[in-house]
Structure formats: C-alpha cells, structure tokens
C-alpha cells in the first residue's frame, strides 16, 4: 500500500515536476548511489577516484594552509597528521566499511546503538555536521579552484575582481551536470585524479631535487627551526599544538564509505573493496603530503603564505609555476582546478546517497526528499548562501569545513569502540577509545581555535533539526503504511463476513473476556446494532513511535471467543486507516470502524501522537482518512460514541 503522499506525488503532475521527480526511491534502506545512475557498479580503485577528487584535491590548499599554521615546522605537524590518518582514521574507517557497508557510514551504526527518538535525534545532529562537512567541500573547493584560475598569470586580469561570480558560477555548472542526470562521475574522475597524481607527482619530485640541491635553503629552514624551538621534544608539542588547523588533510574518508554501495561485487567483495580503497588513499595522500610539506616550506618564502601572497592556497602550483615554468604552471592549475570544482561532486553525491536514507524514512522530509533533483537544486541553493557569506574566501571556510570533518571522523571513532566494546573485544576497543581520544582533542582544539566552525555546524544543525520536526509533523496524517498483509486466520476472518464489515477498535488491556465483553456490548448499545452483527475487534500495539513508516503484519486470533485482528507499528490512527483501506480494497466493502471518546486535554493528546503514536485516535483516523481518499463514497466510515 502506498502512502498519500506517494499518491500525491506520482499522480496529476506537470512535464516539470514529472521531471524533478524521475528516479524517486521508495526503499526505505535504498537510495541512489548518485545522480542519474543509482545502480552502476565499478571496481574498486575507480570508485577511490571518485572519493579522491575530495581526498587528494586538498593538496591544492593543504600545504599552503599547513605552512600558514605551522610555521617551519610545517613538515613535523604534517608528519603527526600522517600518523593520525594511518593509525587513526584508516583503521577507523575500515571498521565502518564493515559494520555500515551499504553506503551510510558511521551514522547507521549509531543509529543502531541508540533506540527510540535518542537514535533519530542523534543521526539528525550528525547529519548537520554531514552537511556542513559536504557543502563545505563543494564551496572550499570551488573557491579554491577559482583562486587557482585568477592567480594564472595567463587569466584576464580585467576578471581578478569577480572571485564570487566566478565561484558561484562553478557551483552552477556542478549542480546543472547532476540535474542532467550525470552518469559519467565514476569516468571523469579517474580521468581527472589520474592527471592531477602525474603533474603533482612530476611537481614533488622537480621540488624536492631542488631542495637537496639547495643546502643553503635546508639549513635556513633548519636555523629557524632551531631558533624558535630548543628540542626535538618541543617542536613535536608545537606541533601537536597546530594539528588541528591541518584537519582537512582528513577529509574524504566519510566520502569514502558514503561511495561504497558503487563497489562492484556482492556484500563481501565490496567491504574488501572499500578497505582497499581506503588504504590506497590514505597511503598515497600520505606520501603526497609529507613529500609537498618538505618542498613548500622549505621552497616557498614565509611571506608568500600569507593573504595577498602568491602561494596563499596554491603553494604547489606557485612551485609548479616557479620551477618547470608557467606553461606546466598553467596546464597544472587547469588540472586542480578541475579536480577543485569536481571534489563538490564527490561531495554531492555523498549527500545524495546519505539524505534520502533518513530524512524521508523517519517523515523529516517531503516524500520529493527522496529524488535527486530537489535535493540538486536544495544543494546548490545552500552552497549559493555560504559562498556569498564567507566571500569565496579559502581559509575563512577552513574552521567551518575542519569542524565537519573532524566531528565526522570523531563520531566514527566512538561508533567503532562501542561497537568494539559489546562484541567483547577489550583490545580494539581500547586501541579505537584512544583514537578517539586523539580525534577528541583534535576537534575540542580545533573549535577552541576556530569558533566560527562550530557556530556555522550548529545552525546546519538546527536547520536540520528544525525542518525535520517540521516536516515530521505536517506529514503525520498520511497513512505511513508501506503495505499491510493479513495472515491466514486474518483474512478468513474477514472474508467470512457476510453482511457489513464491522470492526471495533480497542485500545488492548487486560485482554481478559470482561474487557471484550464490556466493548462489543457498549458499541453495540450506543450505535444500535443487533445482537447478531458480526463484531471483529482491531488492536493495534505500539511499537518504536519514532520510526515513521512501516509494513503492517496483520494477525488474527480467536480470544474468549471473539474474533480479534492484531497489528503492531508506531502508529495507532494511521495504522488502523492503513487496514481500512486494505480490507476495502480486500473486499469490496467499505468497513466501519467504531471507537470511543478518549478523554483529556486535547492539545496533550495530540503531542502524544506526534511523539508516541498514540493520542486522541478517533479523529486523527479520520483525518489520515480523509486526507487518503477525496471520494466521500468510498470512504471507510468512523463511528465514535
């Protein structure tokens, strides 16, 4: 049985809302891997580049950001941040793939930890820092791309002015190819990893030849290194000082097991898949990073790092220019530029592969929350807002994207040494509790240094948070049935009625024969039926009141001699509505429904429905009726005495 707002929304749409609307899922545990393909599988390493256009594109501003940051000790806190992405975030993230391996990360194993309205309060804050984690990379991204193309010494300098319209303009272009129905990411990002890992490899190597040729340059790096810091001891606690500001040399790994259900092969192969993907990632963009950390600092003077100098977010392409000319200069900014703007599609699809896993299955979303095409345009939209806010300025993004991933990477942790800790695994928890300790610190610094990040994470949050509750409680009179089935015992029962189809709807007790009794006489009493009308009781259980839609299972049971129809689901108006229609459309017959008045103070009653499923019934079931079927004729009927 479909739900009204399925109804509503496959049924008298125009050519335009037919089109935002192709592709809608309706399985609950399934959404589309991304845009205009959601089936496709690839092998591993293809599907790596995909979360690569995320991962390793960061090499366009990572280095600059950790010169900035770090100072000359840029190279020791890039070596800690190496350490932490090997021994920390990999092992974690192998974990996820694991136990989350259909493609929703960290977050569906939380959601397992936690029950009831706790679970879904918790995945509804996560996803505000999902979100605040993934629209950054499309804005940061862009943003840096666009530094890249202004800072060619081959570009208009008439066009230097327009850094915003220039960012907003890529965003465009990335939203319009997804509302085409892109099917070709998977292609266009290996093409585009695999030149941009060439020219940054041929980059890295001219550079670090020119520092062991240059010793002079290495003992002024060493002289400043010396100078500011008395050991070896100190310079490592600097440097763990300033790791957190190097944070986004993390990101892509939630990327990463968000693009798992694109892995070829069966459930096994895939999660062998992802964990090879992950650790090829990470070993490659470990040796990229160590290896650029060493060249820029050393290469690069302190001065070109800061706002308004030539390597402000482009240190490797400043080299690239500097040292093989600004011919391979510019095809290299042509390469990260595009690998820049592409990382917002790795990003997008993220998102569309995570949004509809939730948001629609818990009613926080409009059943179009569901299709690609809203979610497209809803995307593109917010990162419209947060590139005019931040003025497409790299590194005023950098504590608001670093506050998305580290909570991420954070959550994942805690997620593996609970997980860990209840399969009675002492030694992994442990290992994954200090990891999260590491992350803990990590995150707790990064917002002490950055305030701004957390501030922007919460109001994603409590965007979120709000329009879901919103939404959960203007659709919480459609139906929420995914389909109703009736055993045996169930549908003899009804198709055994040979006049009206009566059903009375009791609130289960003591389910003792008083109970039954007392129902059938005072329903048959105040509406006046015979003595010999057939009766059928319909009782509904409550199950967990924060899921949102569900398949009903309809029991029958013969009990003190009355004939009883038993179903249990979140909902108790709906659910009964859901049966009407079902037993409607079973047997041709417009079922009654008779109910009592509840008692107390209706606006309570209400906000027991909404959070508890319960309530005042007799009026909510005719609502979602009414709401279900305009046709007054072939409305089931509510009687309430």
Same mark, same amino acid.
């Given at each position: 049985?479909?739900?009204?707002?399925?109804?509503?929304?496959?049924?008298?749409?125009?050519?335009?809302?037919?089109?935002?609307?192709?592709?809608?899922?309706?399985?609950?545990?399934?959404?589309?891997?991304?845009?205009?393909?959601?089936?496709?599988?690839?092998?591993?390493?293809?599907?790596?580049?995909?979360?690569?256009?995320?991962?390793?594109?960061?090499?366009?501003?990572?280095?600059?950001?950790?010169?900035?940051?770090?100072?000359?000790?840029?190279?020791?806190?890039?070596?800690?941040?190496?350490?932490?992405?090997?021994?920390?975030?990999?092992?974690?993230?192998?974990?996820?793939?694991?136990?989350?391996?259909?493609?929703?990360?960290?977050?569906?194993?939380?959601?397992?930890?936690?029950?009831?309205?706790?679970?879904?309060?918790?995945?509804?804050?996560? /996803?505000?820092?999902?979100?605040?984690?993934?629209?950054?990379?499309?804005?940061?991204?862009?943003?840096?791309?666009?530094?890249?193309?202004?800072?060619?010494?081959?570009?208009?300098?008439?066009?230097?002015?327009?850094?915003?319209?220039?960012?907003?303009?890529?965003?465009?272009?990335?939203?319009?190819?997804?509302?085409?129905?892109?099917?070709?990411?998977?292609?266009?990002?290996?093409?585009?990893?695999?030149?941009?890992?060439?020219?940054?490899?041929?980059?890295?190597?001219?550079?670090?030849?020119?520092?062991?040729?240059?010793?002079?340059?290495?003992?002024?790096?060493?002289?400043?290194?010396?100078?500011?810091?008395?050991?070896?001891?100190?310079?490592?606690?600097?440097?763990?000082?300033?790791?957190?500001?190097?944070?986004?040399?993390?990101?892509?790994?939630?990327?990463?097991?968000?693009?798992?259900?694109?892995?070829?092969?069966?459930?096994?192969?895939?999660?062998?898949?992802?964990?090879?993907?992950?650790?090829?990632?990470?070993?490659?963009?470990?040796?990229?990073?160590?290896?650029?950390?060493?060249?820029?600092?050393?290469?690069?003077?302190?001065?070109?790092?800061?706002?308004?100098?030539?390597?402000?977010?482009?240190?490797?392409?400043?080299?690239?220019?500097?040292?093989?000319?600004?011919?391979?200069?510019?095809?290299?900014?042509?390469?990260?530029?595009?690998?820049?703007?592409?990382?917002?599609?790795?990003? /997008?699809?993220?998102?569309?592969?995570?949004?509809?896993?939730?948001?629609?299955?818990?009613?926080?979303?409009?059943?179009?929350?569901?299709?690609?095409?809203?979610?497209?345009?809803?995307?593109?939209?917010?990162?419209?807002?947060?590139?005019?806010?931040?003025?497409?300025?790299?590194?005023?993004?950098?504590?608001?994207?670093?506050?998305?991933?580290?909570?991420?990477?954070?959550?994942?942790?805690?997620?593996?040494?609970?997980?860990?800790?209840?399969?009675?695994?002492?030694?992994?928890?442990?290992?994954?509790?200090?990891?999260?300790?590491?992350?803990?610190?990590?995150?707790?610094?990064?917002?002490?240094?950055?305030?701004?990040?957390?501030?922007?994470?919460?109001?994603?949050?409590?965007?979120?948070?709000?329009?879901?509750?919103?939404?959960?409680?203007?659709?919480?009179? @459609?139906?929420?049935?995914?389909?109703?089935?009736?055993?045996?015992?169930?549908?003899?029962?009804?198709?055994?009625?040979?006049?009206? /189809?009566?059903?009375?709807?009791?609130?289960?007790?003591?389910?003792?024969?008083?109970?039954?009794?007392?129902?059938?006489?005072?329903?048959?009493?105040?509406?006046?039926?015979?003595?010999?009308?057939?009766?059928?009781?319909?009782?509904?259980?409550?199950?967990?009141?924060? @899921?949102?839609?569900?398949?009903?299972?309809?029991?029958?049971?013969?009990?003190?001699?009355?004939?009883? /129809?038993?179903?249990?689901?979140?909902?108790?108006?709906?659910?009964?509505?859901?049966?009407?229609?079902?037993?409607?459309?079973?047997?041709?017959?417009?079922?009654?429904?008779?109910?009592?008045?509840? @008692?107390?103070?209706?606006?309570?009653?209400?906000?027991?429905?909404?959070?508890?499923?319960?309530?005042?019934?007799?009026?909510?079931?005719?609502?979602?009726?009414?709401?279900?079927?305009?046709?007054?004729?072939?409305?089931?009927?509510?009687?309430?005495?």
């Amino acid at each position: 049985m479909a739900t009204s707002a399925r109804q509503e929304t496959e049924g008298g749409s125009g050519p335009l809302r037919a089109w935002l609307l192709e592709g809608l899922q309706h399985d609950q545990g399934t959404a589309g891997s991304h845009a205009g393909q959601p089936g496709s599988r690839h092998p591993w390493w293809q599907v790596m580049c995909l979360t690569g256009v995320d991962y390793f594109s960061t090499l366009g501003y990572q280095p600059g950001i950790a010169a900035l940051a770090a100072g000359a000790l840029s190279p020791i806190a890039t070596a800690l941040l190496v350490a932490l992405t090997l021994f920390g975030a990999l092992p974690t993230y192998r974990a996820v793939a694991e136990h989350s391996p259909h493609g929703m990360g960290s977050i569906a194993m939380l959601e397992r930890l936690l029950p009831r309205w706790w679970g879904k309060l918790l995945v509804l804050v996560l /996803l505000g820092f999902v979100a605040t984690a993934f629209v950054f990379t499309i804005t940061l991204s862009a943003s840096d791309a666009t530094a890249h193309l202004i800072e060619n010494p081959f570009f208009p300098k008439a066009l230097a002015g327009q850094r915003v319209a220039i960012t907003l303009v890529l965003i465009a272009i990335l939203g319009g190819i997804f509302l085409r129905g892109f099917s070709e990411a998977i292609g266009l990002a290996v093409v585009l990893v695999g030149t941009y890992l060439v020219l940054n490899t041929v980059v890295v190597a001219v550079a670090l030849r020119e520092v062991v040729t240059a010793p002079d340059l290495v003992a002024d790096w060493h002289g400043a290194l010396t100078a500011e810091h008395a050991s070896p001891l100190a310079m490592v606690g600097m440097s763990l000082l300033v790791l957190p500001k190097l944070a986004l040399g993390l990101s892509g790994f939630e990327t990463g097991v968000a693009v798992m259900p694109q892995i070829d092969g069966d459930l096994r192969q895939r999660i062998a898949g992802a964990r090879r993907l992950l650790t090829t990632a990470a070993l490659v963009m470990s040796v990229f990073l160590l290896a650029s950390s060493v060249a820029t600092t050393v290469l690069i003077p302190a001065a070109e790092f800061r706002e308004g100098g030539k390597a402000g977010g482009r240190a490797l392409a400043y080299l690239a220019h500097r040292l093989l000319g600004d011919w391979f200069g510019t095809a290299y900014d042509l390469s990260t530029i595009a690998i820049l703007w592409f990382a917002g599609a790795s990003a /997008l699809t993220g998102l569309l592969n995570i949004v509809p896993r939730y948001l629609p299955r818990y009613g926080m979303a409009p059943d179009w929350a569901r299709a690609v095409r809203p979610l497209v345009l809803v995307f593109t939209a917010v990162a419209f807002g947060i590139t005019l806010l931040f003025g497409a300025q790299v590194e005023a993004q950098g504590g608001a994207y670093a506050t998305g991933v580290l909570a991420l990477i954070l959550s994942a942790a805690a997620a593996v040494t609970i997980t860990a800790y209840r399969e009675s695994r002492p030694v992994a928890a442990a290992a994954y509790g200090l990891i999260s300790l590491v992350l803990c610190y990590a995150t707790v610094e990064n917002i002490r240094e950055r305030p701004d990040g957390l501030k922007i994470a919460l109001l994603f949050v409590v965007a979120i948070v709000a329009t879901s509750l919103i939404s959960r409680a203007t659709r919480s009179t @459609e139906l929420r049935a995914t389909r109703v089935e009736l055993d045996e015992t169930a549908r003899r029962f009804v198709l055994g009625v040979g006049g009206e /189809l009566r059903l009375i709807a009791n609130e289960p007790d003591a389910r003792d024969p008083a109970e039954y009794e007392d129902k059938d006489r005072e329903t048959r009493e105040y509406h006046h039926l015979p003595e010999d009308e057939c009766m059928i009781f319909l009782e509904v259980t409550l199950s967990d009141a924060s @899921e949102f839609e569900s398949e009903l299972r309809v029991a029958g049971e013969e009990r003190h001699g009355y004939q009883v /129809l038993k179903v249990e689901s979140p909902a108790v108006a709906n659910t009964i509505a859901a049966v009407l229609f079902h037993l409607r459309d079973l047997t041709g017959k417009r079922p009654h429904v008779y109910f009592h008045w509840a @008692e107390g103070n209706p606006v309570g009653a209400l906000l027991r429905y909404l959070i508890f499923g319960g309530g005042d019934v007799p009026p909510l079931t005719r609502e979602v009726i009414r709401k279900a079927e305009p046709d007054l004729s072939r409305r089931p009927q509510v009687h309430v005495g």
